[in-house]
């Protein structure tokens, strides 16, 4: 619906808009057809809604990307083209934000025509009020969900370029990895909204809406745990249709000018049910907070919201595993074995994915602490070392160790490592030589912490036999990360911060930052996240409250906010330095040095 047989959509005017005219990616692509409100420039979709509901709750307003910003490190990875559109997506809606575009009144309980009118609102309290608003929330959120859902399935897959016609441009398992079951998700859509409406129909006072979210995360919500474990594969189709110059990037570009997608990218519509199960579930834990423990509903919501956790938690973990199984699958074609004894990196008897991968040097003890660039590949149960090896498989695999076979020393320091040119040396049960190193003693803590140098013991390695072998991390955070990825943890923090569940200290990311590897966190502008350790060298690892998700990201793209946490801690600093300064004033009638006043205030 409404793409000519060439794939383009006429304007109003009956004229094809141009690429020049939108500028596609362009920073203004959404905001040139932001919707004020219904009626305008159609229908407002899900992406404005959540945008628009975010700043309606005051929440911390994400801030401008900021490339040039001096205390932002520089991204290492490029965007993807999708993530690019992303972010200028959200930059455009920002600024429509800010010019008033949007009319969030019609987005607002009391609001609404038959509210205003009704006897009703004068007579209920402010938190009756904000409880029927949230309520309403999920109503209404739903609405612009099912409407971007229509233009993705029928202005986009199902269009000409897109479809299974003949004038299609890209072949049915494309098609299948790019749209996956999204017709599903609209048919459970319908279903949760016409039930969601006849509620809202019964009463301008709405009695709750958890019942309905209950039955039908229990009954039909299947389909978006299928959609998210394949959302892996989805990004990576569209990012090779984006990336080529081709028909099929030419349809998609001439889709999302038209105005059903009111100018928005594809990839927008494609990520919408993972945003809208987690802000079903975020909406719910809204209403909990509103509702009084003695009320019958309590026990309701609060069901209605653990049925949402393990649903979400479902999505989740179907898209980790599949995500895992892609990198599993693009990590073998990269590998070479070489004259070793080969292995299949993708093994359906036992599950594995990657827990860190990247560059580190090598010193070679047998050569002198000779150092050299390796790169480690660290599986949950396989550890592979390599060199830089050909243009289509560039790691050449030099040894490999399953993990239960490897010893991590990460207190060890060059300097302890240095045996005597004749002592120190043992000889294993095969060829080579290897140094027995010394123990870090307990004296050595302070200098073992502040080293970058990791001993690692192939009890058995690739040959069967024991090999020892030294590296130094580029960073004292680096080492940290390597060691939690080559061992479970343990008591022995060295130069890190942890902190108790209880006592998580709460930060606001100002900038998105996209993960590097598999261990980092890509956080969006706006995003909260529970910080459980603290490097020195300024980096984090937290927890999304967002997405749920566990990783490392650099200090610089968030700020701390002021929790009840941090209040505590802050009143017990206070509560301590009193009590520290009470016990050192000396007693009445004794003389106080200069010094000793002065330390004293």
């Known amino acids: 619906p409404g793409s000519t047989a060439e794939g383009v959509c006429p304007t109003t005017s009956g004229e094809a808009t141009s690429a020049a005219e939108i500028g596609v990616g362009g920073r203004d692509q959404a905001a040139a057809a932001m919707p004020a409100g219904e009626g305008e420039a159609g229908p407002m979709l899900y992406q404005t809604w959540q945008f628009v509901a975010t700043s309606t709750e005051g929440d911390t307003a994400p801030s401008d990307f900021a490339p040039n910003s001096p205390t932002r490190p520089p991204i290492a990875r490029k965007p993807t083209v999708g993530e690019e559109q992303l972010r200028q997506m959200h930059s455009s809606m920002r600024s429509s934000i800010r010019r008033g575009r949007h009319d969030k009144k019609k987005m607002r309980w009391e609001e609404q025509p038959e509210v205003r009118n009704s006897v009703a609102l004068p007579e209920m309290t402010k938190e009756e009020q904000q409880l029927q608003q949230r ?70 006072v709405i009695s709750t809406v958890c019942d309905i979210i209950k039955q039908h995360v229990d009954m039909h919500f299947e389909p978006f745990v299928l959609y998210c474990s394949n959302q892996a594969y989805q990004m990576k189709t569209l990012e090779n249709l984006l990336k080529t110059e081709g028909p099929a990037r030419k349809a998609i570009s001439e889709l999302e000018k038209c105005k059903e997608a009111q100018k928005l990218p594809l990839v927008s519509f494609l990520l919408l049910p993972m945003q809208r199960v987690t802000r079903l579930k975020l909406l719910v834990e809204a209403i909990l907070k509103l509702v009084p423990v003695g009320d019958g509903l309590f026990a309701l919501t609060q069901e209605t919201l653990i049925t949402l956790t393990q649903c979400v938690s479902r999505c989740n973990d179907g898209a980790k595993a599949m995500k895992r199984t892609e990198e599993l699958i693009e990590m073998s074609n990269q590998v070479d074995f070489g004259k070793l004894k080969p292995l299949a990196l993708v093994s359906h008897q036992s599950p594995r994915w990657l827990l860190r991968s990247g560059p580190i040097t090598h010193i070679n003890t047998e050569k002198r602490n000779k150092t050299s660039e390796v790169h480690l590949i660290v599986f949950n149960d396989l550890l592979l070392i390599t060199k830089s090896g050909r243009k289509k498989l560039p790691f050449r695999v030099v040894d490999y160790c399953f993990m239960p076979f490897v010893a991590v020393d990460q207190y060890a320091t060059l300097e302890s490592l240095a045996p005597p040119p004749s002592t120190g040396m043992f000889r294993s049960s095969s060829d080579g030589a290897l140094f027995k190193l010394s123990v870090q003693s307990s004296t050595d803590s302070c200098q073992a912490a502040d080293s970058r140098v990791i001993k690692l013991t192939l009890l058995e390695n690739s040959a069967k036999q024991a090999k020892e072998y030294l590296f130094e991390a580029h960073s004292i955070t680096e080492k940290t990360r390597w060691v939690e990825a080559l061992k479970p943890k343990s008591d022995d923090y060295g130069d890190e911060r942890i902190y108790e569940a209880w006592d998580c200290p709460e930060v606001v990311s100002v900038h998105q930052y996209l993960s590097q590897q598999p261990d980092e966190l890509s956080i969006e502008p706006g995003e909260v996240i529970q910080v459980l350790k603290k490097m020195k060298d300024g980096w984090y690892q937290g927890l999304s409250l967002r997405t749920n998700e566990q990783g490392w990201f650099p200090d610089s793209y968030v700020k701390e906010r002021e929790t009840a946490h941090s209040r505590a801690r802050s009143l017990r600093l206070q509560h301590r330095l009193t009590q520290e300064r009470s016990t050192s004033q000396p007693s009445p009638g004794t003389p106080v040095s200069p010094v000793m006043a002065t330390a004293n205030d």
Do not use: C, W
């Open 135 to 204: 309520f309403f929330e999920v109503v209404s959120s739903e609405r612009s969900y099912n409407q971007s859902l229509k233009v993705l399935v029928t202005h986009f897959m199902e269009s000409d370029a897109l479809s299974m016609g003949p004038r299609r441009v890209i072949d049915t398992n494309v098609r299948h990895s790019l749209f996956s079951n999204a017709k599903a998700l609209l048919d459970v859509s319908d279903r949760f909204l016409h039930d969601l409406e006849e509620r809202l129909q019964e009463s301008i």
